[in-house]
C-alpha cells in the first residue's frame, strides 16, 4: 500500500513572505514517482512537477522550488515571495509500479496569500 | 482546444435518480481514469482504464458504472444516486503504462444529490 501525507491542513501567509508546504511519502517499491498539483479557486488541477524515485536532485523553476529527500521520504515544496496568486490547494500525490500507474494523492494543504 | 473535457460542469438531482458524466481527450492517450473528490478535498481514485479496459476499480459501489466506447471517451454512469455521491468528479487521461507519466485532469464536474 501507499500513502502520501500533508501534514498542513492550511497554511496563511502574507504577500512576499516564503513558505514551505510538507509532502511524506509512504511506498514499498523502489521506483516511483512523486508529483505536485495546485487547484487554484477555480477548480481545476494543475500540473507543478514530476520527480522520480532516483533523482534527488532539487529543482528550481521561478518562485518555485523542490526539496526531495529519499532518507526521510519527504518531497517539499517551497514557494519564494509568495503573491496572492498562490493561494490555491496545493496537493502531493504518488505513483508506484504496484498500483497500476494510478496516483495517490495526500489529503492536500490550503495556502491563503494575504496581500 | 480543450484537452480534457468533462460534461455537465455542474449537475444537480434527487436521491434514487441515475445520471452520467462524460469525459473526452483529445491528446491521444491510451489510459483514462475517475477520481472524487470529497467536500474536504480528499482526492481518490476510482477507475483506471486503459485502451478501454478496465484496470483499476477501487472498491468503488457498484451503482458507480464507468463505460468507455473508445480509448477517448470515458463516461461515469451513476444509479440510485444517494446524498453521499455529492461531490467532485474528475476525469484524467496519461499516456499508457508507465508511472511517470503526468496525468492530465478535466475541469471537474460538481453533482450535488438533494
Known amino acids: 500500500a501507499q500513502k502520501v501525507t500533508q501534514a498542513q491542513t492550511e497554511i496563511s501567509v502574507v504577500e512576499k513572505e516564503d513558505v514551505t508546504l510538507d509532502c511524506v511519502y509512504e511506498t514499498r517499491d523502489t521506483t516511483y514517482y512523486l508529483f505536485w498539483y495546485k487547484q487554484p479557486p477555480s477548480g481545476e488541477l494543475v500540473f507543478l512537477i514530476r520527480r522520480n524515485s532516483f533523482d534527488e536532485q532539487n529543482e528550481i523553476s521561478g518562485r518555485y522550488s523542490w526539496n526531495f529527500q529519499k532518507s526521510t521520504s519527504s518531497f517539499n515544496f517551497t514557494i519564494t515571495a509568495s503573491q496572492v496568486v498562490d493561494s490555491a490547494v496545493y496537493f502531493c500525490?504518488?505513483?508506484?509500479?504496484?498500483?497500476?500507474?494510478?496516483?495517490?494523492f495526500g489529503g492536500g494543504t490550503r495556502l491563503m496569500v494575504k496581500p | 482546444d480543450t484537452a480534457v473535457s468533462q460534461t455537465p460542469k455542474y449537475l444537480v438531482t434527487q436521491m434514487g435518480n441515475d445520471k452520467s458524466i462524460k469525459c473526452e481527450q483529445n491528446?491521444?492517450?491510451?489510459?483514462m481514469y475517475w477520481y472524487k473528490q470529497d467536500s474536504k478535498k480528499f482526492l481518490k481514485i476510482m477507475f483506471s482504464?486503459?485502451?478501454?479496459?478496465?484496470?483499476i476499480n477501487e472498491t468503488v459501489p457498484n451503482r458507480f458504472s464507468p463505460k468507455s466506447p473508445d480509448k477517448a471517451h470515458l463516461n461515469l454512469h451513476i444509479n440510485s444516486l444517494e446524498l453521499g455521491d455529492s461531490a467532485v468528479y474528475f476525469c484524467a487521461s496519461s499516456p499508457a503504462g508507465a508511472i511517470y507519466n503526468e496525468q492530465f485532469f478535466g475541469p471537474g464536474t460538481r453533482l450535488t444529490v438533494l
Open positions: 482504464y486503459n485502451n478501454k479496459e478496465l484496470i
Open positions: 491528446l491521444g492517450h491510451d489510459t
Open positions: 500525490a504518488l505513483s508506484a509500479n504496484n498500483a497500476g500507474n494510478m496516483l495517490t
